[in-house]
């Protein structure tokens, strides 16, 4: 099982649409979770950090289940500017000593007009 | 300092060649990593320094690469005797501590095998 997991996509939506990415995670012990966006052939920014109690920034909501080891990331009223490849990330490291992260694979979305 | 640098932005080798990569991390970030990011795939880690002292290696990282980081500054990847399979994009990441809010990714480096 590969430590974090992601549907590969492309989710393909139209302007306005509402979308949910999912993410698994294998090591029940990791302490730090994150979502990056990555563009086509650009380095991955951070969009968000990821909490239990839930977390809203704007248009995006991050949402963490410890107990299923699941993690989301919801998009509303998308636009075009939203398309990207979003990456579900996870500290491993108890107390996050280390800071080297597991990029699952990516989810790419395409926002069409 | 407006952020992480990577130089070359793209380097295309033939196999068999040696090749180097620099980074320059944002000045008061003492740690720096390196990752290697596939088409199609996440980017994987390989190796971290904290100030000059490398502290952690991938066992992705075969023994024909080799990472430095002399003075605490800027670090080198070199790739010696390149294989197709090394073709990807390196990227370079800074960040003070193990602060994850502040991890910053440069804009890497292509490496293209052929």
């Known amino acids: 099982r590969k430590e974090v997991e992601q549907d590969p996509g492309p989710f393909n939506v139209p302007e306005g649409a509402t979308v949910a990415f999912n993410c698994t995670y294998s090591?029940?012990?990791?302490?730090?979770f994150f979502w990056y966006r990555q563009d086509c052939r650009k380095e991955p920014k951070l969009l968000m950090s990821?909490?239990?109690s839930g977390n809203e920034d704007g248009r995006f909501t991050a949402q963490l289940n410890r107990a299923s080891q699941y993690i989301s990331l919801l998009i509303r009223d998308s636009k075009l500017s939203d398309s990207a490849t979003y990456l579900c990330v996870v500290n491993p490291q108890v107390g996050g000593s280390q800071g080297n992260l597991i990029f699952g694979k990516g989810t790419k979305l395409s926002v069409k007009p | 300092d407006t952020g992480v640098s990577q130089d070359p932005r793209h380097k295309i080798t033939k196999r068999g060649q040696n090749v180097t990569f620099r980074c320059d991390p944002i000045s008061e970030h003492n740690r720096l990593y390196w990752y290697r990011q596939t088409l199609g795939q996440g980017p994987e880690f390989l190796t971290y320094?904290?100030?000059?002292?490398?502290?952690?290696k991938s066992r992705l990282l075969s023994d024909r690469f080799s990472a430095e980081r002399p003075k605490g500054s800027f670090s080198t990847l070199e790739i010696q005797r390149t294989e197709q399979g090394d073709s990807a994009m390196y990227l370079c990441?800074?960040?003070?501590?193990?602060?994850?809010?502040?991890?910053?990714f440069g804009s890497g480096t292509r490496l293209t095998v052929v």
């Open positions: 990441a800074s960040t003070l501590g193990g602060t994850i809010r502040g991890y910053t």
């Open positions: 320094f904290q100030n000059e002292a490398q502290l952690e």
């Open positions: 090591n029940s012990a990791s302490q730090s």
């Open positions: 990821v909490y239990s």
